[in-house]
């Protein structure tokens, strides 16, 4: 396999992922939004503030990151740029999973930078930001993946927002579960290796389902 259909599904992700300029801004935005409205719901109370802020932000980060998903592979579907990438049977699965981490990387990442700010308007203790940071990284990336799927699976079905979120939710619990936890003891807890370990098996999992999903929806 050339490096060309590569190097063309890394590009036209990128502008998929900036359509109409709300690749960034809206994750982004839907990120914020849902943080920061949990204290006028809750209260100032810096100590209840404190204790729900890390899985405050872990639901804003599960629930923002399927806001851009539903535009990853039905653009291919519809212009004949999938019918071409799966003539060859050993690239679709890398192609996958170069659209998906590229979408992560314009729409997902930034939300990473943008947790010390709004952990600290929640109240998490600046001691946690930093397995904070890691753990979004590390979950937003699980969260991508397994979107992915969930796109590929979809890829067919026009405005599958809802159809991709039943199926992706329940695949990003592992991954908040011990995200939560994570954040709460520290990076040398064994919270964090069981959650280095969903990454490692969506890495090595989800870009195989996404090939294996594409084939079926260009049937």
Same mark, same amino acid.
């Given at each position: 396999?050339?490096?060309?259909?590569?190097?063309?599904?890394?590009?036209?992700?990128?502008?998929?992922?900036?359509?109409?300029?709300?690749?960034?801004?809206?994750?982004?935005?839907?990120?914020?939004?849902?943080?920061?409205?949990?204290?006028?719901?809750?209260?100032?109370?810096?100590?209840?503030? $404190? *204790?729900? +802020?890390?899985? #405050?932000?872990?639901? @804003? =980060?599960? %629930?923002?990151?399927?806001?851009?998903?539903?535009? !990853?592979?039905?653009?291919?579907?519809?212009?004949?740029?999938?019918?071409?990438?799966?003539?060859?049977?050993?690239?679709?699965?890398?192609?996958?999973?170069?659209?998906?981490?590229?979408?992560?990387?314009?729409?997902?990442?930034?939300?990473?930078?943008?947790?010390?700010?709004?952990?600290?308007?929640?109240?998490?203790?600046?001691?946690?930001?930093?397995?904070?940071?890691?753990?979004?990284?590390?979950?937003?990336?699980?969260?991508?993946?397994?979107?992915?799927?969930?796109?590929?699976?979809?890829?067919?079905? $026009? *405005?599958? +927002?809802?159809? #991709?979120?039943?199926? @992706? =939710?329940? %695949?990003?619990?592992?991954?908040?579960?011990?995200? !939560?936890?994570?954040?709460?003891?520290?990076?040398?807890?064994?919270?964090?290796?069981?959650?280095?370990?969903?990454?490692?098996?969506?890495?090595?999992?989800?870009?195989?389902?996404?090939?294996?999903?594409?084939?079926?929806?260009?049937?």
């Amino acid at each position: 396999m050339t490096a060309s259909p590569l190097l063309s599904a890394f590009r036209s992700s990128l502008s998929e992922a900036w359509a109409s300029g709300a690749g960034l801004l809206l994750p982004l935005g839907f990120f914020a939004g849902t943080a920061t409205m949990v204290p006028f719901t809750l209260g100032s109370e810096a100590e209840l503030l $404190s *204790r729900v +802020g890390p899985g #405050i932000l872990w639901l @804003a =980060l599960a %629930l923002s990151s399927m806001v851009t998903l539903e535009r !990853v592979f039905q653009a291919d579907l519809q212009d004949g740029a999938l019918d071409l990438w799966l003539q060859d049977a050993g690239s679709i699965s890398l192609i996958a999973a170069i659209k998906t981490l590229t979408h992560w990387l314009v729409s997902g990442f930034p939300l990473v930078l943008l947790t010390p700010l709004i952990g600290f308007m929640l109240g998490v203790p600046s001691e946690k930001m930093i397995p904070a940071m890691l753990g979004y990284a590390m979950g937003g990336l699980v969260f991508f993946l397994w979107g992915g799927v969930a796109a590929a699976l979809s890829a067919s079905v $026009s *405005r599958a +927002g809802l159809l #991709i979120a039943l199926i @992706a =939710l329940p %695949l990003y619990v592992p991954a908040l579960i011990f995200g !939560v936890q994570m954040v709460e003891a520290g990076i040398d807890s064994p919270s964090f290796l069981f959650l280095s370990a969903c990454t490692l098996f969506a890495l090595g999992v989800a870009p195989a389902a996404m090939g294996a999903a594409l084939r079926l929806a260009a049937e």
